[in-house]
């Protein structure tokens, strides 16, 4: 449970930065906080701090079943309503592991460094990805088993992918029962 | 019991009632008759119901009273048993205060031992302070002390510190004398190995000028040798030449010879001239000295060749390196050589026939391997089949002796069981049929494991006549069937081959979908909340433009409006909707600039009457005075007529020149008035004269007429 507190945390930073990082938000509605040693943004919007939170309490318990296979931030534009960029986090759970009541084989350290790692990678992506210059929303998309229950708030939507995507594979980072690959996909500027 | 009072007294009231109806009814039939009697009877009935219900009610009264007493003493009971109840409680309060009391008295008891202890402490503690600051007292002064001699050592570092700092501004220096030096040094070593690479360099062009050299001179040597060689050549070129030439000579001196000869004998014939005879006979011995010359140089020639052959034969004795004098030196040789060919061909010879015999010994020897090598393969094959042979026995061996331990147990289970004497025929039918059984199982294995042996004979044998060139035609067969067997397995390694490429294919683009976020729709499901992010921008976006559509359309509304408004004028906007009051600023300078231009139009009009009819004044004074009408037809043309003409169109029309000057056009009227033109116009070249002239004319034709 532990790991999937944590990993919501990585979730909700690494949401919280990809906003900060691509503008979507203005930057003033962020605030500094430090977590796992780390320098992070987080909003203070309230509507999105809902949401957020909405989304991270579903997410934890679908993370501790192991019903989520994928995790998709999605990047539209208001005028066009295309797809410009596409995170997507790939999650590996070991089912087996779930029902053993296994010992944390790794460090919490090994696991912030990973963390680290990870954020820092996604600001390092903001130098190569194309400027956002039309106003943009952005939007959470969960793949899950095709057998599960969806709950209230809850709706099916489409995979929101982009044409002729360019992608760029980022670090993946294990705990002792998720293995997580992430990526980035946007869509190719006519000027490139 | 209440109730039961309750519905006494409703019984009683109801028959007291009825009772009390009753007489009434009786009453007012018997009214008429009763007399007195009646009355008294009726105040006695009257005076008995009275005291009934007199009685009835204390009866109430006291069953209401009984009750009401019941319910005191219930009540006092009840208060009584609270009372009690209460008492209890407090007592038990007061029970509990007391204990707490005393709890709190230990406690405080306690307490103040406690508080007793903590002041010891206290004291102890205070006499301990006042110890520690004596102590602290005397570690101050030795603090003091140490500061003071802290101070000394301070001094003393800092003048050491400077001595450091001089020392290491020295080192410094040092140091950068150093490197300095070592890069002088460093460039002193690369000029060093410069030079030495020139110097290389140069040793290697002196080697390479010392080759050159040497080249040269035996290049040198070589072409003076040529050199001498091709003196002697032309030597013997111009020799041979000579002789050439002198051979040459020879045919015609032998043709002069024949000629003379023929002259001779013609001579002879035909002339009996003794005297030319001598002479002839002369010439004719001068012509055999001749010849014998001729003669002698011919064999001086032959011999000078035969030298020259000679000579050669020696140069080729001497470039061949023989040791050749004389032609059979040279046939020496040539046998020596002739026999060392012969000898090398025999050698040769037999040596060829030794690699064949060898060859042939190798084949041999080879077909011998082979036969050896299938020699022991089928050895092999036997010890394997013996082997095999070997263990299947010992399998045998080992169900049999298992099936004998086994025939034992139960033999001896069943002695165990039974009595030793008891051998039931049961038992020994039993035992028959194991035995039968057993010998069963024992053929039926000893057929298989024949059958067995035979089938791994024939793949031995199939074996056999595979590795052995026996049966070519059983060998074509297998050999087809093998041919065919491995083009199958070639084809499907093929088949296997491009489905593994296609496989990898499939899974490289399944990678790239699942890389895009595609997803098998059997096994997942997209998700996300209904109000996200995306969703609501979309919604006030929709919101924002259709409120902006909303106000394009109010503003259209308003421009349409002030256009048509400022065409009919201000006094419309009264009339607009109020929510136009952002259009009246405006409208005011729009009227302000509408009253401008209306009175500026205004002003024009009337201007313009004004002209005209201005105009219209002069042109009538004009006319009236001056007698003619004068109207611009054209540009720069005017037409004249006068007030006395006969007729309408009689007019005269002037142009005017480029220059200014009015000349007068040609017209109808104007003919008739040819000689005033040319005595007014030609000859006075006056126009007013001519016009006046006209008037006159014409006035008087009208007034005669």
């Known amino acids: ?192 | 019991m209440d109730l039961e009072d309750d519905t006494t007294i409703l019984t009683t009231l109801k028959s007291f009632n009825s009772f009390i109806s009753r007489p009434e009814h009786p009453q007012r039939l018997s009214e008429h008759s009763a007399g007195s009697g009646i009355l008294q009877s009726q105040y006695k009935r009257s005076m008995e119901l009275l005291e009934a219900a007199e009685r009835v009610h204390s009866k109430n009264r006291y069953l209401q009273l009984d009750q009401e007493k019941k319910q005191m003493e219930l009540s006092h009971k009840r208060a009584r048993f609270e009372l009690e109840r209460a008492a209890s409680d407090s007592a038990r309060d007061l029970e509990h205060e007391v204990d707490r009391n005393q709890e709190l008295l230990g406690q405080i008891k306690k307490l103040e031992e406690r508080a007793e202890e903590v002041n010891k402490k206290l004291t102890e503690q205070k006499e301990a302070n006042d110890a520690l600051q004596k102590n602290l007292e005397g570690l101050n002064k030795t603090l003091e002390e140490r500061d003071d001699k802290l101070g000394t050592a301070n001094q003393t570092i800092r003048s050491l510190k400077d001595e450091i700092r001089e020392l290491r501004q020295k080192i410094q220096n040092q140091d950068s004398k150093m490197s300095a030096q070592t890069l002088e040094n460093q460039e002193l070593q690369e000029k060093i190995d410069l030079q030495q690479r020139k110097y290389q360099e140069v040793s290697q062009l002196c080697q390479s000028l010392q080759a050159a050299q040497s080249s040269c001179s035996d290049h040198i040597i070589k072409i003076k040798e040529l050199e001498r060689r091709l003196v002697f050549q032309e030597q013997d070129f111009a020799i041979v030449k000579t002789v050439k030439s002198e051979v040459a000579r020879v045919p015609d001196l032998e043709k002069e010879l024949k000629r003379l000869r023929d002259d001779n004998a013609y001579l002879r014939l035909n002339t009996f001239l003794k005297e030319n005879c001598s002479l002839l006979k002369e010439e004719v011995e001068g012509l055999r000295k001749k010849l014998e010359r001729m003669e002698k140089t011919k064999e001086e020639l032959i011999n000078m060749e035969l030298e020259k052959e000679l000579h050669a034969w020696e140069n080729l004795g001497q470039s061949t390196g023989l040791n050749i004098r004389k032609p059979e030196d040279l046939s020496r040789e040539v046998i020596q050589i002739q026999q060392r060919e012969i000898a090398l061909k025999e050698q040769n010879y037999t040596l060829n026939s030794r690699v064949r015999s060898v060859e042939r010994s190798q084949s041999e020897l080879r077909a011998e391997l082979t036969q050896q090598h299938s020699k022991t393969l089928e050895e092999q094959k036997k010890r394997e089949a013996q082997d095999a042979l070997v263990r299947r026995l010992q399998k045998r061996v080992l169900l049999l002796t298992k099936e004998r331990d086994g025939m034992r147990a139960i033999l001896e289970s069943y002695d165990s069981e039974l009595a030793p004497t008891e051998y039931s025929p049961q038992l020994s039918k039993r035992l028959r049929e194991a035995e039968d059984i057993l010998l069963k199982t024992q053929s039926h294995n000893a057929e298989m494991e024949a059958q067995l042996t035979k089938a791994q004979e024939e793949t031995g044998t199939l074996k056999l006549q595979l590795q052995t060139v026996s049966e070519p035609a059983l060998l074509n067969s297998v050999c087809a069937c093998i041919f065919f067997l491995r083009q199958k397995i070639e084809d499907l390694e093929r088949e296997r081959q491009r489905l593994e490429e296609q496989n990898n294919i499939l899974e490289m683009r399944l990678e790239r979908h699942n890389l895009q976020g595609d997803y098998d729709p059997v096994k997942t499901r997209v998700l996300h909340l209904k109000m996200n992010p995306t969703a609501i921008a979309k919604q006030e976006r929709q919101q924002e433009v259709e409120a902006l559509r909303q106000e394009v359309t109010r503003l259209r509304d308003l421009v349409r409006s002030l256009q048509s408004g400022g065409a009919v004028g201000h006094s419309q906007d009264d009339t607009h909707n109020p929510s136009f009051s952002l259009s009246l600023a405006p409208s005011k300078e729009v009227l302000d600039l509408r009253k401008q231009m209306e009175s500026s139009e205004l002003r024009n009009q009337r201007l313009k009457e004004v002209f005209q009819r201005k105009i219209q004044e002069f042109r009538t004074v004009c006319y009236v005075l001056t007698g003619y009408q004068i109207d611009i037809t054209t540009e720069n043309q005017y037409r004249l007529t006068s007030v006395y003409a006969e007729h309408m169109d009689d007019s005269l029309l002037f142009k005017k020149g480029s220059n200014g000057s009015m000349q007068l056009m040609e017209t109808e009227f104007s003919k008739t008035l040819g000689e005033m033109v040319a005595l007014h116009l030609h000859h006075q070249k006056s126009i007013p004269a001519f016009l006046s002239a006209v008037t006159l004319d014409l006035f008087s034709r009208q007034t005669t007429v």
């Open chain 1, 1 to 192: 449970v532990l790991q999937g507190t944590q990993k919501n945390c990585i979730r909700a930073f690494g949401i919280n930065s990809i906003l900060y990082q691509r503008g979507i938000y203005p930057p003033e509605t962020f605030t500094r906080v430090t977590h796992y040693d780390l320098s992070l943004l987080l909003t203070t919007d309230p509507k999105l701090k809902s949401y957020l939170t909405n989304v991270v309490s579903q997410l934890k318990e679908w993370l501790f079943e192991c019903t989520v296979q994928k995790l998709v931030l999605v990047i539209t534009c208001l005028e066009t309503n295309e797809v410009l960029e596409r995170w997507q986090f790939d999650i590996e759970c070991d089912k087996s592991a779930k029902e053993s009541s296994a010992p944390r084989e790794k460090s919490i350290k090994t696991i912030q460094h990973e963390i680290r790692s990870v954020i820092r990678q996604i600001t390092a992506t903001v130098t190569f990805l194309p400027l956002l210059e039309t106003p943009c929303a952005f939007d959470l998309l969960v793949y899950t088993d095709k057998d599960l229950v969806v709950p209230d708030k809850w709706e099916e939507s489409g995979p929101q992918t982009i044409d002729q995507p360019e992608e760029v594979r980022l670090h993946s980072f294990t705990t002792s029962i998720h293995k997580v690959n992430s990526m980035v996909a946007y869509k190719k500027t006519e000027s490139a």
